[in-house]
T-cell receptor
Framework: AQSVSQHNHHVILSEAASLELGCNYS??????LFWYVQYPGQHLQLLLK??????LVKGIKGFEAEFIKSKFSFNLRKPSVQWSDTAEYFC????????????FGGGTRLMVKP | DGGITQSPKYLFRKEGQNVTLSCEQN?????MYWYRQDPGQGLRLIYY???????QKGDIAEGYSVSREKKESFPLTVTSAQKNPTAFYLC????????????FGSGTRLTVV
């Protein structure tokens, strides 16, 4: 079955450490890709998205993600995390032949120690 | 401000009772969705609606029902047939174009007591 995989379920980092969260998908065609963030007690917010052009996309709060088509990956990165980045992060994929339907990964809980 | 309003934020239900969760949007979005979020399981799609008066089952529709009588509203009823209803429920909406992603509400936490 087509799916979205986030292999790291829990990540613990110290402040100023670099972050990379993995996201892989199994759709073979053209896709639109998203990262959402859910801060404690808040709703999901869009962090960044890719649908065409430069495969390196920059989002809010210093986050970026790189689309590597050959690896079916869309990993999220941040050079130096802050305590306020503690949240759950969700990768989502919209295949171009699926209209507006998103499929979400299982999420990664990030805890940043001050 | 445009957005999605879910109410109530917290809801307690006795076993055997049906309960309805509200979701209202003023974004003029055609599509609306209901997700269930459980720890370690990500977001699972319950129902979705692409247009008024039409809706489709998602991956875990059993024990749930919805209606879409108005573009702005997509209420979810958790019925007594849902075996494990305690969860966090998220409503979302979107345009027909997939490139814009979804806008989410702040969620309703349902606890069965």
């Amino acid at each position: 079955a087509q799916s979205v995989s986030q292999h790291n379920h829990h990540v613990i980092l110290s402040e100023a450490a670099s972050l990379e969260l993995g996201c892989n998908y199994s759709y073979g065609g053209t896709v639109n890709l998203f990262w959402y963030v859910q801060y404690p007690g808040q709703h999901l917010q869009l962090l960044l998205k890719y649908f065409s052009g430069d495969p390196l996309v920059k989002g809010i709060k210093g986050f970026e993600a790189e689309f590597i088509k050959s690896k079916f990956s869309f990993n999220l990165r941040k050079p130096s995390v802050q305590w306020s980045d503690t949240a759950e992060y969700f990768c989502a994929v919209n295949p171009n032949n699926a209209g507006n339907m998103l499929t979400f990964g299982g999420g990664t809980r990030l805890m940043v120690k001050p | 401000d445009g957005g999605i309003t879910q109410s109530p934020k917290y809801l307690f239900r006795k076993e055997g009772q049906n309960v309805t969760l509200s979701c209202e949007q003023n974004l003029n979005h055609d599509a609306m969705y209901w997700y269930r979020q459980d720890p370690g399981q990500g977001l699972r799609l319950i129902y979705y609606s692409q247009i008024v008066n039409d809706f489709q089952k998602g991956d875990i529709a059993e024990g749930y029902s919805v209606s879409r009588e108005k573009k702005e509203s997509f209420p979810l009823t958790v019925t007594s047939a849902q075996k494990n209803p305690t969860a966090f429920y998220l409503c979302a909406s979107s345009t027909p174009q997939g490139i814009y992603g979804y806008t989410f509400g702040s969620g309703t936490r349902l606890t069965v007591v």
